[in-house]
């Protein structure tokens, strides 16, 4: 436990540019750039209704449905922030195991009593809890100040709403909600972490090539294989379910982006209140998704490929 | 007293032709400062990756009672090595990397580390990015000389270091680390520097372990004669292990004759270790 400790910290040592003052550099600016839009008397529009330099009235029923809005789906505000987290965990897994050999430090972690498994369980405890933390952390402040602003924006204005939102449940829960997608988000992730990983034990270098380029070119040979030869290799089949996981399953939310069945169940939301039913129904659709068989596959496919990740870095005689 | 390492037949080929070790086998004592010297190639590398679980061998192998492939994780809180100068990472600072040994090595003592290191320019918020290649070794040394292990194994520990580095490094490994209950194994090209701190000597050639002994032996074993020229053919019939001319004398390198007969010869000397290792890899490269 206390080797894991100092292990996770090393990591951030290392990492902390990357992992965490680049997340906290994206949320500043955007928090700046929305107080100098506002100085500046810039129109902005929040849920439809635009706060301008006029008073501005707002009926019971509309504020009602802008507070409940605000209240469920203000993390969308971070929206740049939680796209980062699939191109940090991307690029911290592929140098993970591939840095340390490049500079011949493996060496000197190597001297140490660490156990190799100890070692590759810190990085990939790194990109899928830490990583994913401190990005929902990050989002989640930076998406509540920019609400917190538009509402004293509104305030200034005449139409103070912000009674009504911190009596909201919705608004307390929201970020509890957020949390909860770690954890899936940890799930769906491993088959991509582990291939990322694996690549990164392996190969001497260029190793974004290996890890993009192969698969890429892989698919495209047997797509080939089957339009020209009729070679029945079910390149549709590896393309969906292996190719495409292993690259895109570090993207946050890929309950939606894998299934079919989840993308419908988000068009077919009550047109009425739509963008509150999508938001509800993303988080129902990512709690469902724990039952997904097809998940499951991809979590034992990446607890595999870290194993041999490291098996290899046990062996790998570089250096 | 029981070895601290003992080896039988070790092999370990690289690819189909390339034989790394060919049935190494050997011993080292506890308490000894073993230097492995041999050329470009030979196997020493190999045979310290053996030594410290790093790489994988044919034949029989135990360092502490234990064998290296298995219990690689277990070993490591008796051994410690210096692979090379300048492998620390260069994002470390000299106090994270005090904290990080300090928390994961149940056999480091941070005082040690702290003392050795206000002796040199180092200071906490140093990363190795800013160090020379000589304050890395440095840092590297301070934290080795704070682990009380049983075994270290230098590989090539003063490689490209000038040589105030390279004397400050033996004085101190000596001084301050080495005692009885400690075991140091050595590979370096640079002979001259390690010969008098060593008591024992292994010379390997092409994967074998050529020869095994300690300083004393050798002394008692080799004699290098300078011989008047009147002996010349005397000597050479004695088949001394080399011959080379010194000021337009001739310098024989003689095994195993004793001392006695050699005398009458000319002037005696015990060889150095590197004309002793010269005159045994005769042919290496051709």
């Not at chain 1, 003052?21 to 008397?41: E, K, Q, R």
């Not at chain 1, 993390?75 to 591939?98: K, Q, R």
């Not at chain 1, 009674?163 to 991509?192: D, E, K």
């Not at chain 1, 047997?222 to 495409?244: C, G, Q, R, T």
Request: some cysteine; aromatic content about 10%.
């Amino acid at each position: 436990m206390k080797t894991m400790k100092w292990l996770l910290r090393r990591e951030y040592w290392e990492h902390k540019g990357m992992l965490m003052w680049a997340p906290l550099a994206v949320g500043a600016t955007m928090i700046l750039f929305t107080l100098v839009m506002m100085l500046s008397g810039k129109n902005f529009e929040i849920n439809g209704v635009s706060a301008n330099s006029t008073t501005i009235t707002v009926a019971a029923d509309e504020a009602r449905q802008i507070v409940d809005m605000a209240a469920a789906a203000y993390p969308l505000a971070a929206v740049p922030v939680y796209m980062m987290l699939g191109f940090l965990v991307f690029f911290y897994c592929l140098g993970a195991l591939h840095d340390e050999r490049r500079d011949r430090s493996i060496l000197f972690w190597k001297s140490l009593p660490v156990s190799d498994s100890q070692t590759v369980l810190s990085k990939a405890l790194i990109a899928l809890v830490g990583v994913p933390l401190m990005i929902m952390a990050v989002g989640l402040v930076t998406s509540l100040t920019i609400v917190l602003l538009a509402g004293a924006a509104l305030a200034v204005h005449g139409a103070n709403l912000f009674n009504m939102l911190f009596m909201s449940p919705q608004f307390w829960l929201t970020p509890l909600r957020v949390l909860s997608l770690v954890p899936i988000y940890m799930l769906w992730a491993l088959p991509a972490v582990g291939w990322l990983l694996l690549v990164s034990s392996w190969a001497r270098s260029k190793t974004f090539l290996w890890a993009v380029a192969a698969p890429l070119l892989t698919g495209a040979v047997l797509m080939w294989a089957e339009k020209v030869f009729h070679l029945p290799v079910y390149s549709k089949w590896i393309w969906d379910n292996v190719i495409m996981r292993i690259l895109v399953s570090v993207l946050p939310g890929q309950w939606i982006i894998f299934s079919d069945r989840a993308q419908e169940a988000m068009q077919h939301t009550d047109p009425q209140q739509r963008p509150l039913q999508v938001v509800a129904e993303f988080f129902n659709q990512a709690w469902m998704s724990l039952g997904s068989g097809y998940m499951w596959a991809g979590v034992v496919a990446g607890v595999a490929m870290i194993v041999a990740a490291v098996w290899i870095r046990r062996w790998s005689e570089e250096g | 007293m029981s070895a601290l390492i003992t080896a039988k037949n070790l092999s370990k080929r690289y690819g189909k032709k390339t034989l790394a070790l060919d049935s190494a086998s050997f011993e080292v004592q506890p308490g000894r400062i073993v230097g492995l010297i041999g050329p470009n190639g030979s196997g020493k590398t190999t045979t310290l990756k053996a030594i410290l679980g790093l790489t994988q061998f044919d034949g029989d192998l135990s360092v502490l009672g234990m064998d290296p492939r298995k219990h690689r994780d277990e070993l490591m809180k008796e051994v410690c090595f210096i692979a090379d100068v300048a492998i620390l990472p260069k994002w470390l600072k000299v106090k994270d990397a005090i904290d990080f040994v300090e928390g994961v090595h149940p056999r480091f003592n941070r005082a040690r580390a702290e003392k050795y290191l206000a002796a040199t320019k180092l200071k906490p918020e140093t990363r190795v990015k800013a160090m020379s290649k000589g304050m890395i070794v440095q840092l590297h040394l301070a934290l080795v000389m704070a682990i009380d292990a049983k075994l270290l194994v230098l590989d090539e520990p003063t490689l490209g270091l000038d040589i105030l580095y390279r004397k400050q490094f033996y004085q101190n490994l000596l001084e301050d680390y080495f005692d009885e209950n400690k075991t140091i194994i050595i590979t370096t090209h640079q002979i001259e520097e390690v010969e008098h701190i060593l008591t024992d000597l292994m010379f390997i050639r092409d994967g074998r372990i050529t020869l095994a002994a300690s300083m004393d032996e050798i002394g008692d074993r080799y004699t290098e004669v300078m011989v008047q020229p009147e002996y010349m053919t005397a000597a050479s019939a004695l088949s001394p292990l080399s011959q080379r001319t010194v000021f337009g004398k001739a310098v024989m390198l003689f095994d195993g004759v004793s001392r006695h007969q050699l005398e009458r010869f000319g002037e005696l000397r015990t060889p150095s270790v590197a004309d002793l290792f010269v005159a045994s890899m005769k042919g290496t490269y051709e």
